[in-house]
């Protein structure tokens, strides 16, 4: 009994001296949101999403005296009022503010620019919303970040992905928007790979490795975007969800698609797409239908820069596997198999 009182003590007074601690110094991480948790409202691609640059806010380069780039707030504003949005497709930073009245930001940041080291940062502008103020800073790259909200500003070190990550992958649902991929019987490729996106998701997300998806909604980046993504983030492999179809119904069966231009010894494209096809085909009990080398239509695949391949998991045109793509469990199967993929090449 005495030791527990002893122990309680103890925790009681480490507790205490941290709260005091950081109420002293008055600092605060700040919440914050990946790309692929943000919900758009309307999806769309960048051209379409963009709100017009009505309001830029100025940038001072001079006074680099910190490696933070610093964003001064409105006196009164809460740190639990503040989110940091990392919109990674478009190289984008994006704070935002819900306060309780919104009138006077602009008036605000007319007068108070950001201002440390601003190296990573191109542009930024404000918009007031319906129920926010978001402050939106095009950066020179893919950056994560770490933040802090002291004295009534908001404190961002921008570092690289593999900076912060030792393990980092791309995963590229095809299609999005009007890019619909094979269509049968009203049932669309492109919502198909996004569901099996999201099931994949939630297995990702109990590990340690890195994931950055090139979409999770219906939007639809270009190529290059999808290209240069896995770029950026120096990403150890990128692996594309498709869905196939033809115009001979009997086709059926998993393929996967390498990029046979890009060659690194020891663990490259073909031996992901090896992997990634055995993976899949077990998963769901199914034919393998073989490794195919990229073509000119595999814009993403024949591009990409790092180990890359694509898993077309079944034929929409073909009768039994139109009906098995619209299953839950078949989608959580050829999820397995990718998860498996990844964990098997990173020799989990």
């Not at 769309?44 to 963009?50: A, P």
């Not at 060659?263 to 009990?285: H, K, W």
Request: negative net charge; proline residues 2%.
């Amino acid at each position: 009994m005495k030791r527990m009182a002893v122990c309680c003590l103890v925790f009681v007074a480490v507790a205490m001296s941290a709260i005091l601690y950081y109420s002293a110094n008055k600092i605060i991480v700040v919440a914050d949101v990946a790309q692929d948790e943000v919900v758009q409202e309307n999806a769309g691609s960048v051209e379409d999403t963009v709100v017009e640059d009505k309001n830029h806010i100025r940038i001072d380069r001079k006074s680099q005296n910190t490696n933070y780039f610093c964003i001064p707030l409105p006196e009164g504003v809460k740190a639990e009022e503040v989110t940091i949005e990392n919109h990674y497709m478009d190289k984008e930073l994006w704070v935002s503010i819900t306060p309780k009245e919104l009138a006077g930001y602009e008036e605000f940041y007319a007068s108070n620019g950001v201002y440390g080291n601003c190296d990573n940062v191109l542009e930024g502008h404000i918009d007031v919303e319906k129920d926010r103020i978001c402050l939106r800073f095009a950066l020179t790259d893919v950056f994560e970040y770490h933040s802090i909200f002291e004295d009534s500003a908001l404190y961002v070190d921008f570092m690289t992905p593999k900076e912060v990550f030792d393990r980092i992958i791309v995963i590229d649902p095809a299609y999005g928007q009007q890019d619909t991929g094979v269509t049968a019987n009203n049932i669309k490729a492109k919502d198909i790979t996004l569901e099996i996106a999201r099931a994949l998701k939630a297995k990702l997300d109990n590990t340690d490795i890195k994931v950055y998806y090139t979409r999770m909604d219906d939007s639809n980046p270009t190529a290059a975007k999808r290209v240069e993504l896995a770029a950026a983030t120096k990403a150890d492999m990128l692996i594309r969800i498709e869905v196939s179809g033809d115009q001979n119904t009997k086709l059926y069966g998993t393929e996967t698609v390498y990029n046979s231009r890009f060659f690194i010894p020891g663990f490259g494209s073909v031996e992901l797409a090896d992997l990634l096809e055995r993976e899949v085909v077990t998963a769901v009990s199914g034919k393998a239908g073989g490794l195919l080398e990229a073509g000119e239509a595999d814009a993403v695949i024949s591009n990409a820069t790092v180990p890359a391949a694509a898993v077309k998991v079944g034929y929409l045109t073909n009768g039994q596997e139109f009906i098995l793509l619209q299953r839950e469990d078949y989608i959580q199967r050829i999820a397995e198999g990718i998860y498996q993929t990844i964990l098997k090449a990173y020799g989990d």
